[in-house]
């Protein structure tokens, strides 16, 4: 099999992987709130980033756990959007799954430095959203337990990454909202879900500064 057909393989895994986890999502929402366009835009949402990461990233035995991190902020993404909430039934079973992925990358092509950056990543960004929502209204704790899970994946490549990813993903949010207002679609109190914002800027990172 070439590589351009291992690519093309990894991508309907990736519509498949996010047919799967648009049942998830509709099990969170009601059905009005995800219906059938919004399944099959996040199937095909997903396995287009799953061929970006295969085809992009530098290290292939990373390429499965970023590909289940892209999978679950797509469902985040659609809850966010739909209810402005991360559930944590999404979340916090991740941490494990996406921490033994990890290790296992670490073991397999001697990385043990980046996954000790992995841990001081997750720990640095979930203690920084923790400040900010314990100092502001503007997060909430799903925000915070997404924080540490993208801090846990960014920080494998560094704190340029991890500075990158998360800045991009602030003024993506920044620059949704202050469209959204200029064009009345929200009024100035109108919460902003962060989520989705937050996912494609760590998404980016990873691709655009860890090529191959």
Do not use: C
């Not at 399944?39 to 295969?54: D, E, K, N, Q, Y």
């Not at 992009?56 to 739909?82: C, E, G, K, T």
């Not at 503007?138 to 340029?160: C, E, H, N, Q, S």
């Not at 949704?176 to 919460?191: G, M, S, Y």
């Amino acid at each position: 099999m070439t590589y351009t057909e291992l690519i093309a393989l990894w991508g309907l895994i990736g519509i498949a992987s996010g047919g799967a986890f648009g049942a998830v999502t509709r099990s969170l929402l009601s059905s009005r709130s995800f219906g059938w366009r919004a399944w099959t835009t996040s199937a095909a949402l997903t396995g287009g980033t799953f061929v970006l990461l295969a085809w992009r990233i530098d290290q292939p035995h990373l390429v499965p756990p970023l590909s289940y991190l892209a999978a679950i902020l797509v469902a985040l993404a659609a809850v966010d959007l739909a209810e402005h909430r991360l559930p944590s039934a999404i979340i916090l079973p991740s941490y494990p799954i996406l921490g033994a992925g990890l290790t296992a990358v670490a073991i397999l092509d001697s990385r043990y430095a980046n996954l000790a950056m992995s841990l001081t990543g997750m720990v640095t960004l979930a203690a920084a959203y923790l400040t900010l929502a314990l100092t502001t209204s503007g997060l909430g704790a799903g925000d915070v337990k997404l924080a540490g899970l993208l801090g846990l994946t960014l920080g494998w490549y560094g704190w340029t990454t991890i500075l990158t990813g998360t800045l991009l993903g602030w003024l993506l949010a920044a620059t949704a909202r202050f469209t959204l207002r200029a064009t009345r679609h929200i009024d100035r109190t109108a919460p902003t879900p962060l989520g989705p914002h937050l996912g494609i800027g760590a998404i980016v990172a990873l691709i655009v500064l860890n090529t191959s």
